[in-house]
């Protein structure tokens, strides 16, 4: 069984840091590259960051110099650490496996100004 949690999200303050934690079943947790991406009412869901299993990390440019994407094989966990976090990161957070429809329920961000 598939199992993908995001946790990590609340109320913040712009300038703050936050650290999202995505914690996946073993089975799918291996081998995968992992995609965190964003949501906010009405909008599509955006690409933010993602981590493939040799490394190779990607981010979007509204993100890129804030953000580190990072992974725990030990956890079976996926990270995205956030600094000098603005309004405009207010959003559900959601990690997902590449080229799969699986997704977590989500975890709410909202940054204050």
């Known amino acids: 069984q598939v199992q993908i949690v995001e946790s990590g999200g609340g109320l913040v303050h712009a300038g703050d840091s936050l650290e999202l934690a995505c914690v996946v079943s073993r089975g799918i947790f291996l081998g995968n590259t992992w995609q965190w991406y964003r949501q906010t009412p009405g909008k599509q869901r955006e690409f933010v960051a993602s981590i493939s299993w040799a490394d190779a990390r990607t981010y979007a440019e509204s993100v890129k110099g804030r953000s580190t994407i990072s992974r725990d094989n030990d956890f079976n966990t996926i990270y995205l650490h956030m600094t000098n976090l603005k309004p405009a990161d207010t959003a559900v957070y959601y990690c997902?496996?590449?080229?799969?429809?699986?997704w977590g329920p989500g975890t709410h961000v909202t940054v204050a100004s």
């Open positions: 997902s496996p590449r080229f799969t429809t699986y």
